[in-house]
């Protein structure tokens, strides 16, 4: 045991253990998180038919905690001083981001919901650089600003659908804000208690904070097939099941490269949008998440060697 406060732990970030190319099983993870989480919004904008995004977000958290506590892995005793962390986590990872995405919804498309979370790169690898304390070199910032270029277009397209679509816009950059954060420090838990162990305990006490609002949520939802079972998917696949996939994947390449998987998902989300629920989505937010995608792959290469032991970044007093 080390003498580090916890909450200095609880903003460590650690550099991947595995520099080199993707294996083939690699690849595999990455093309299932892309498809698995594109698909969500699709799936997020068909339950909130008849389903309010309270109980949409407490139904697809408790899902995805039963899904993986039946896993005899999962049952992990945690540190004491993980604890911090752990809550940490589960509010970044899952209870915000995963409350804020069906409330966006309401205001905007699926499609350009999953067009701006495309820009989780971008924020993971600021992030990365803040508590990695390396500063991007000229192609990383590059990226950096090309990225956030095309999260500002396909953001100022959206803005001319609705006076209240600025709120759905907010809504998805806090909720990507928020990945950037949680993919970061999930890593170091992951490889220390296993993916199984610490997803089902970040979504056993994310589906605490989120019990709440899905309770007062119920009297203005109503049962309907396809909202149910789209809940039931997000839920035990999109959740459950992909959260340890993604988990693996960062445990074997690394957070940044773990998070490239997302310059699949506005595509897929994008076209999946325009297909089943006749999104609009206009030229200027096409180039601007063609920008997204350019950037976050730039912004996500290393340009430098980064020392594998972590390290802590200490709150000022």
Not at 30 to 37: E, K, P, Q, R, T
Not at 263 to 289: C, F, Q, T
Request: hydrophobic share 55%; aromatic share 8%.
């Amino acid at each position: 045991m080390t003498g580090r406060p916890v909450r200095a732990r609880a903003l460590e970030a650690t550099a991947s253990l595995n520099p080199g190319a993707f294996s083939v099983g690699d690849w595999g993870l990455f093309v299932s998180i892309a498809l698995i989480w594109g698909s969500s919004f699709l799936f997020i904008a068909i339950a909130l038919d008849s389903i309010e995004p309270g109980l949409i977000t407490w139904g697809r958290v408790a899902l995805g905690a039963a899904v993986l506590n039946v896993v005899p892995k999962a049952r992990t005793r945690l540190d004491p001083e993980d604890r911090f962390r752990m809550v940490l986590l589960s509010l970044l990872w899952v209870g915000i981001p995963f409350t804020l995405f069906p409330l966006a919804e309401q205001h905007i498309s699926s499609a350009v919901t999953g067009m701006l979370n495309g820009s989780m790169p971008i924020f993971a690898a600021l992030v990365a650089g803040v508590l990695l304390r390396t500063p991007p070199g000229p192609t990383q910032a590059a990226g950096l600003v090309v990225g956030l270029a095309g999260t500002l277009a396909v953001s100022l397209d959206q803005l001319g659908e609705g006076d209240n679509a600025w709120i759905g816009v907010l809504m998805a950059l806090g909720a990507t804000v928020c990945y950037g954060f949680a993919i970061n420090i999930a890593a170091p838990l992951q490889r220390r208690y296993g993916s199984l162990a610490v997803m089902a305990r970040m979504l056993a006490l994310a589906t605490v904070w989120t019990a709440p609002f899905g309770f007062w949520s119920i009297p203005g939802s109503s049962f309907e097939l396809g909202p149910a079972l789209s809940v039931a998917f997000i839920g035990a696949v999109g959740t459950g099941i992909a959260f340890v996939i993604m988990a693996t994947l960062v445990g074997s390449v690394g957070s940044t490269r773990a998070s490239m998987a997302t310059y699949l998902i506005p595509v897929v989300a994008m076209v999946l949008g325009v297909l089943v629920r006749d999104d609009r989505v206009g030229v200027v937010a096409v180039v601007g998440v063609v920008l997204v995608v350019v950037g976050a792959y730039f912004a996500s290469r290393p340009e430098r060697a980064v020392p594998p032991a972590p390290i802590a970044i200490r709150e000022p007093t």
